[in-house]
C-alpha cells in the first residue's frame, strides 16, 4: 500500500503540473522571449566552464580578461599604467594579454582612440596567432551535442572564436598598411620572440615552415585552415603574406634555437633535416648565416603615437646567460654610461660616478625608456643608456656596446653583435673601431669576419693615421722589422707595449 502511494504522488503531481501550462499558456508566450533574452546575456557571463557548450560556443564574451591595473590616480595615467602592464604580459607570452594589447591600439573603443597605431597592433594580432597558449588543447572532453569534430573544453572555444577574430583583424589592418609598414610588424614580431629564447625561435622556425600553418599551429587547426579561405569563402590573404614559407629562415631559427642549449630544439632540429634529403643539404649555409644573424632591433622601437604612451621593451632579461652577463655591469667605468646620458640630452654633461648622478636625471630616463620611475638606475637600464645612444648615432656607445658583446659584459657574448657594432663605430670614423676591426679580420672569427690579413692591415693603417697610438705602435714595430738592419748585441731596446704612454 506502501509503494502504491508513492507511485501515484509523482502522477498527480504531473498532471497538476500539466493543467497550469494550459490554464496559464498566454502569459508564459510572452515570457518565454524575455527569459531568451536574458540567458543570451547572462549565460556567457558566468565564464568558460559553466558558459554554454554548443549553441553558444563561438563567443567569447567568456574568455577571461586580463585585469585592469589597479590604484592608478588620473585617466590618462591609469591609461599609461594599463597599456605597461599588458605589454609586460604581452613580452611574456600571456596570449589574453597580447590580445587586449591589441585591441588597445587598434582603437576599438572610445577611449583608446588616442593609442590608435596600426602596426602596433597588428603586431600584437601576430604574436597572439603565434602564441601556443592559443591553440594547445587544455582540458579536453567530449562536446555536448557531439556535432563537433574532436573533444574541446569551452576554454579551448574561447580561444578558438578569439583566434578567429585576430586572423580577420589581422588581416584588414595589413591590407590598409604599406610594403614598409608590413616590413616594420614583421621585425618587431621577430624581435619579441627573439628574446624569448628558444621557445621564440621555434616559433619563428614554424611560422616559415611549410608543415605547420600560417603562425605555426598545426596544419589542420580550423582556424588556420579558414585564413586559408576556399572557392565558397574568403579567407586571410594578407595575414598570410605577412611570413613568406621557406625551408632556408625555417632551418635557420630552429639552429637558433639549438645555440640556446635547448635539448628539445636539438631534436626539434634532427626532425626537420630528416624530413627531406633537400632540408639537410642547407646545413652548411644556414651555420654560417646563423653565425652573422642578429635581430632586427637593438631594443624595442621606442615610438609611441600621439597619446605620448611609449612603446617600452618589456623583454625579460632571463636565462642563465643574460643573468650572469647583467651582473658584470659593475664592471663597465660608468663614465661610459654618463656619456651615453649626456649624448642623449638627459644630463648636460657626462659624469665620472653613478653617484653623481642625480635622483630627477635617472628618473628622467627612465620615463624616456618607459621603465619603472625609481631614481635609480638598475643594470638593464645601464645597458639600455649605451644601447639608446648607440642606436642614436654616437660613436663612443657603439664602440662601447661592441665591447661588451666582444666580452659578454651586460649583455650575453654575441660576436656577430659585436661585429655590426664595430662596423657601425668604424663607418663613423672611429680608430679604436678600425683598431678593433683589424683584430676581428687578424683572428677570422668564421661566419663573422672571415680570415683576410690585407684587409687588417688596411684597417691598421687607416687606424694608425687617425692617431689610435695602439695601431702606431704595431706599424712602427711592424715597419722596424721590414725596413732597418737588425740591432747591434748592445743596443737598447723600447720599453715593452704595456709601459708605454698613449696619452
Not at 646567460?321 to 644630463?347: C, D, Q, S, T, W
Amino acid at each position: 500500500m506502501h509503494e502504491t502511494s508513492n507511485a501515484v504522488s509523482p502522477l498527480a503531481a504531473l498532471k497538476r503540473g500539466l493543467a497550469y501550462l494550459v490554464d496559464h499558456r498566454a502569459t508564459l508566450i510572452r515570457r518565454v522571449p524575455v527569459a531568451a533574452v536574458v540567458a543570451v546575456v547572462v549565460i556567457p557571463l558566468v565564464g568558460c566552464d559553466t558558459g554554454p557548450s554548443f549553441l553558444f560556443h563561438k563567443r567569447a564574451s567568456a574568455c577571461p580578461r586580463p585585469q585592469a591595473a589597479q590604484g592608478v590616480s588620473g585617466q590618462f595615467n591609469q591609461q599609461q599604467q594599463e597599456i605597461r602592464s599588458l605589454r609586460q604580459g604581452g613580452f611574456r607570452g600571456d596570449f589574453f594579454a597580447q590580445l587586449e594589447l591589441a585591441r588597445r591600439y587598434e582603437g576599438q573603443r572610445a577611449v583608446d582612440k588616442n593609442l590608435e597605431d596600426p602596426v602596433e597592433a597588428a603586431v600584437w594580432y601576430a604574436m597572439a596567432l603565434a602564441n601556443s597558449g592559443g591553440y594547445s588543447p587544455i582540458a579536453a572532453y567530449e562536446r555536448r551535442g557531439g556535432k563537433d569534430q574532436g573533444p574541446l573544453s569551452r576554454f579551448d572555444d574561447c580561444r578558438a572564436f578569439e583566434r578567429h577574430a585576430a586572423y580577420g583583424a589581422l588581416d584588414r589592418l595589413l591590407s590598409r598598411m604599406s610594403t614598409e609598414e608590413r616590413e616594420k610588424v614583421r621585425n618587431r614580431v621577430i624581435y619579441i620572440l627573439s628574446t624569448q629564447g628558444a621557445d621564440g625561435y621555434r616559433a619563428l622556425a614554424r611560422m616559415h615552415d611549410g608543415f605547420f600553418g600560417p603562425f605555426g599551429e598545426p596544419s589542420d587547426n580550423p582556424q588556420a585552415i579558414e585564413a586559408y579561405g576556399s572557392a565558397k569563402r574568403m579567407g586571410a590573404p594578407a595575414a598570410l603574406d605577412l611570413f613568406r614559407r621557406n625551408d632556408v629562415d625555417a632551418y635557420l631559427y630552429n639552429y637558433l634555437a639549438v645555440q640556446t642549449g635547448d635539448v628539445s630544439a636539438y631534436v626539434m632540429l634532427k626532425d626537420f633535416e630528416r624530413s627531406s634529403p633537400q632540408r639537410a643539404s642547407y646545413g652548411g649555409f644556414v651555420e654560417t648565416k646563423a653565425k652573422r644573424w642578429i635581430p632586427p632591433y637593438e631594443f624595442y622601437p621606442p615610438e609611441s603615437p600621439d597619446s605620448g604612451v611609449p612603446h617600452s621593451d618589456e623583454s625579460d632579461p632571463s636565462g642563465d646567460a643574460k643573468e650572469a652577463a647583467l651582473a658584470r655591469m659593475n664592471e663597465l667605468p660608468f663614465v661610459h654610461i654618463g656619456e651615453a646620458l649626456a649624448y642623449l640630452r638627459v644630463i648636460p654633461a657626462p659624469v665620472l660616478d653613478e653617484h653623481m648622478l642625480s635622483v630627477n636625471d635617472a628618473q628622467t630616463f627612465q620615463a624616456m625608456i618607459g621603465r619603472p620611475i625609481t631614481g635609480r638606475l638598475s643594470g638593464i637600464e645601464k645597458v639600455r643608456a649605451v644601447q639608446y645612444a648607440a642606436v642614436n648615432g654616437s660613436s663612443k656607445a657603439q664602440l662601447v656596446l661592441a665591447v661588451m658583446y666582444s666580452e659578454g659584459v651586460g649583455v650575453p657574448r654575441d660576436y656577430a653583435r659585436a661585429y655590426h657594432w664595430y662596423e657601425e663605430a668604424e663607418r663613423q670614423g672611429s680608430a679604436e673601431a678600425k683598431y678593433a676591426m683589424s683584430t676581428f679580420f687578424s683572428l677570422g672569427l668564421q661566419g663573422v669576419a672571415d680570415q683576410d690579413r690585407a684587409k687588417a692591415v688596411v684597417y691598421q693603417l687607416d687606424g694608425a693615421l687617425a692617431g689610435f697610438k695602439p695601431s702606431v705602435w704595431r706599424l712602427q714595430q711592424l715597419l722596424s722589422q721590414v725596413s732597418r738592419p737588425p740591432r747591434a748585441s748592445g743596443e737598447s731596446r723600447p720599453p715593452p707595449y704595456a709601459e708605454r704612454d698613449y696619452r
